[in-house]
């Protein structure tokens, strides 16, 4: 099989490459607490999904000084 006759130039290959870039994943707005989640997921602030309690959320307790 032939081989390449010459080296193909960075910017030839950065051109080609240019495509393969990390896409920013689609956020939402939740509509009970307004947190920015991720779409067709359960809200990880409030537990809710679709405007019902899906999940029973823990909050963290305050330390006593």
């Known amino acids: ?3 390449p006759f010459r ?3 960075h910017s030839r290959g950065a051109k080609r ?4 870039r990390l896409k ?3 956020t939402t707005l939740c ?4 947190e ?3 779409s067709h ?3 990880p602030s409030c537990g809710y999904y679709r405007g019902k309690p899906a999940l029973i959320v823990k909050t963290k307790k305050e330390k006593k000084a």
Do not use: D, E, F
Not at 17 to 20: F, G, H, L, Q, V
Not at 31 to 34: D, H, T
């Open 1 to 3: 099989m032939p081989n």
């Open 7 to 9: 080296k193909h130039s």
């Open 17 to 20: 490459r240019s495509a393969n």
């Open 24 to 26: 920013a994943r689609g």
């Open 31 to 34: 509509a009970n607490c307004n």
């Open 36 to 38: 920015p989640i991720l």
């Open 41 to 43: 997921r359960v809200c």
